[in-house]
């Protein structure tokens, strides 16, 4: 009898034994399985290499915009060993960055900007440093009249010289890239020198050129693998130059920066400059004290210097190629720009009656789609969205690109259609799914300049030429093909800028 009862226990044992085992197994798999769902899908990754070989680094927006097709507006690709969530569409990317901003609101520096940078600046920092930075410069953009009617004093300065430049050619067939880049530096650089530069001024040249190359390697293939796998650094040579052109750059900017230091005057502030000298005298907070130093300065000013170059003389070199390729549109916003405000200095307070004017800009800024990736951000908390966890830490790139042509939003999201912006009446109508700036915490700090800027220097030169493909070239002929880098910029081609009177 004890050992019936003893062999009993065993069974009993045994089977109890058994049971435990499948039970953890069995929450084992179920743990995984909602785990998995807990996490954004996203393709198959390989070893070391991740997703690469199912991207084209040439054009990787695209790429990850196809992917979000099959995968969903939030899913996960892993370039190299690097895990990015992308987020795409309108809907999705709004949502994440201005109903979370905080959640989604640090920067992700990858190695390369992190060597532009070491963590100072703007566009590349986080933390304090950053939220100061930012808010100083926020402060003293306005102050000096961002959006109002003392910046549109300079920048329709600045369009009676750029005419002037556009007039030297008489007609003839020429690439205006560059002189409109002159132009929109000079902007930003009163701002921020309280001075413009002559066109030919050498140094301020070579400022232009250094930025326009850097901002264009800094998105090619070579330097996104180095993104992807910092080790690859001692064998990059693109780098090398980049990091060449951003040191000189940077002696540049300290210099002009050590001029106004010397020439500072308590009676006349000039600019941003002026004000972070200012600031420091004057300051008695030693915890915002401490990042007020020479390293943030020099990198906020090359910042703004740059993005407030690059992105703006893009478009406006965009909407030029567009008017010529599509005169019958060039043809109704002279129309309106005759009917509307004739011969006169078109003002920024003309824009509200020009609706078409209005549109085809806001388009022009739709299809260039000048920052395809935006800048990834990054999670700073562990985040639950669209019923996906997101670890704190994790890369979050806002696929601008998913953004400016979602189907969903766009009646003819891949073709140049300023009645995307218009009503039934002509009248201009906002559209939620216009995130050029991007959004959120991160959105572009000089977007109210950049906006006046756009519609100035459009008007004006729309206003004096009409602008056509060279004798010889129909306007079928004329290359829409972007130019990739970090951002999309024309390619370069010639266009004759014909006085109207």
């Not at 099959?70 to 949502?95: I, N, Q």
């Not at 002279?334 to 388009?363: C, M, W, Y």
């Not at 562990?382 to 979050?396: M, P, R, S, W």
């Amino acid at each position: 009898m004890f050992e019936e009862l003893l062999q009993d226990a065993v069974s009993l044992s045994l089977l109890g034994a058994l049971a435990g085992v499948l039970a953890v197994h069995l929450y084992s798999i179920l743990s995984f399985r909602s785990k998995a769902k807990l996490e954004p899908p996203g393709p198959r990754s390989l070893p070391l290499v991740g997703n690469l070989l199912q991207v084209d680094l040439k054009r990787l927006d695209e790429s990850l915009f196809s992917l979000s097709q099959t995968y969903g507006p939030v899913f996960t690709v892993h370039l190299g060993p690097k895990k990015v969530v992308v987020l795409a569409g309108s809907k999705t990317v709004r949502e994440a960055l201005i109903n979370h901003p905080d959640e989604f609101g640090e920067r992700d520096i990858n190695p390369l900007f992190y060597d532009f940078n070491e963590g100072h600046g703007i566009i590349f920092a986080n933390g304090d440093s950053w939220k100061e930075m930012r808010s100083f410069t926020l402060t003293t953009l306005r102050d000096f009249g961002m959006g109002k009617k003392l910046s549109e004093e300079k920048i329709i300065e600045e369009c009676h010289f750029l005419i002037k430049e556009f007039e030297q050619h008489k007609g003839e067939p020429f690439n205006s890239a560059t002189v409109v880049s002159y132009a929109a530096s000079n902007i930003i650089s009163a701002i921020m020198f309280g001075k413009r530069f002559e066109y030919d001024d050498k140094v301020f040249q070579e400022i232009i050129q250094t930025n326009v190359d850097t901002i264009y390697l800094s998105g090619t293939a070579p330097m996104l693998m180095y993104s992807f796998f910092p080790w690859l650094r001692p064998f990059l040579k693109t780098r090398k130059v980049i990091m060449h052109n951003v040191e000189t750059t940077k002696q540049h900017i300290r210099n002009l920066i050590a001029e106004l230091k010397e020439t500072l005057s308590p009676h006349v502030c000039r600019g941003l400059v002026d004000v972070f000298f200012t600031r420091i005298e004057n300051m008695e907070n030693e915890n915002q004290k401490q990042h007020y130093h020479d390293d943030n300065l020099v990198n906020s000013v090359i910042n703004l210097f740059g993005a407030g170059t690059d992105t703006t003389s893009d478009t406006i070199s965009w909407s030029l190629l567009f008017m010529a390729k599509y005169p019958q549109i060039q043809d109704k916003v002279q129309e309106e720009l005759s009917r509307v405000v004739g011969l006169r200095q078109v003002q920024t307070e003309d824009r509200k009656n020009l609706p078409f004017v209005n549109a085809v800009i806001h388009e022009t800024q739709r299809l260039a789609n000048i920052v395809p990736m935006s800048i990834m951000h990054q999670t700073n908390q562990d985040v639950t969205f669209h019923g996906y966890n997101i670890q704190k830490g994790t890369a979050v790139m806002p696929l601008l690109t998913s953004v400016l042509r979602d189907e969903s939003e766009w009646e003819t999201p891949n073709a140049f259609n300023p009645w995307h912006f218009l009503d039934g009446e002509g009248n201009f109508v906002k559209r939620d799914a216009f995130l050029p700036f991007s959004a959120g915490r991160r959105v572009c700090l000089g977007e109210g300049l950049a906006r006046m800027e756009l519609f100035l220097f459009f008007t004006f030169l729309l206003q004096r030429f009409r602008f056509t493909p060279p004798p010889g070239i129909s306007e079928d002929e004329l290359d829409l093909r972007p130019v990739v880098g970090f951002t999309l910029h024309p390619t370069p081609q010639r266009l004759c800028a014909i006085r109207r009177y």
